[in-house]
């Protein structure tokens, strides 16, 4: 194909295929564990590590890459003081991410350009040190999964169950919460700040619906990520829209025939119980 001759959009493909597999496991944890917006929000205080980096002439991809960090854990740190109202430090985190965002990037006024691509995404913007990050981030998150994948499922359909049995529920929390501010980190080239969460919630909220067990649930996660940062890429390409909306477009088409499917079949399955039952009936 075509667009493969440019090494920018081998890069795009490469990183994709790296997110597409992480993000969705991510989103399921983070759907079962009730913290959807904590990857929304973490972007947002990625975005202040970017203008941060920016400001003081530092790596933007590396201070976004610490902040965002973190950010993750001190979400975490909120979360056990406001133990009764959870939603409450995502949205403190949030409102104070975008506020840093924002003033640090009336500083730099001729930067405008690069932190649009921060924003909507673009996949020039993907070089090798991001590359590689997202490499790296890709193989630690599958590593933690595979490794902990007992005291995390433990973790996240009980808590306070998971610590009775002898769960290091404080470090499992906040390692999570280091791997959420990593990954969302490094989708920021791709997707973009404003659309990062889209590639965690959207596939692992059609899974949750479609799914029989939760290993189901994370196959499918990942199956519908990575056909839909795949279509979304050369969609982008082809059309010339920005990489974050198209992606994040075609994950959606995905949910809304994923949902109107299912509820398809169970219309058709009730239908044939009521014309079994109404032949028996007959029968008799």
Do not use: C
């Amino acid at each position: 194909m075509e667009m493969f001759d440019y090494e920018f959009m081998q890069r795009a493909f490469w990183a994709g295929g790296f997110l597409g597999i992480i993000a969705p496991i991510l989103g399921v944890y983070l759907m079962l564990r009730r913290q959807v917006l904590m990857a929304d929000t973490l972007s947002h205080v990625s975005l202040a590590g970017v203008a941060l980096g920016s400001v003081l002439h530092f790596s933007p991809v590396i201070s976004g890459f610490a902040i965002a960090i973190i950010g993750g854990l001190v979400i975490e740190q909120l979360r056990r003081t406001y133990r009764t109202y959870s939603e409450v430090p995502v949205a403190i985190i949030m409102t104070s991410g975008l506020a840093l965002a924002v003033v640090l990037m009336s500083l730099k006024v001729n930067s405008n350009k690069s932190f649009t691509s921060y924003l909507f995404g673009s996949i020039v913007a993907v070089n090798n040190t991001q590359l590689w990050m997202i490499g790296a981030v890709t193989l630690i998150g599958l590593l933690y999964f595979i490794l902990l994948r007992r005291p995390l499922y433990n973790l996240t359909f009980d808590e306070e169950t998971a610590q009775i049995g002898g769960v290091h529920v404080k470090w499992l929390s906040f390692s999570f919460a280091v791997l959420t501010g990593m990954t969302v980190a490094s989708a920021m080239p791709v997707v973009g700040v404003l659309l990062v969460s889209s590639l965690m919630v959207l596939p692992a909220a059609l899974a949750l619906r479609l799914a029989g067990g939760f290993l189901a649930a994370i196959i499918i996660a990942v199956a519908v990520g990575l056909t839909g940062i795949f279509s979304g890429l050369t969609a982008s390409y082809y059309i010339n829209t920005p990489p974050g909306g198209t992606i994040a477009l075609f994950l959606l088409i995905f949910l809304i025939i994923g949902i109107a499917a299912q509820k398809l079949l169970l219309r058709g399955k009730r239908k044939n119980r009521r014309s079994a039952a109404q032949s028996v009936r007959e029968i008799s």
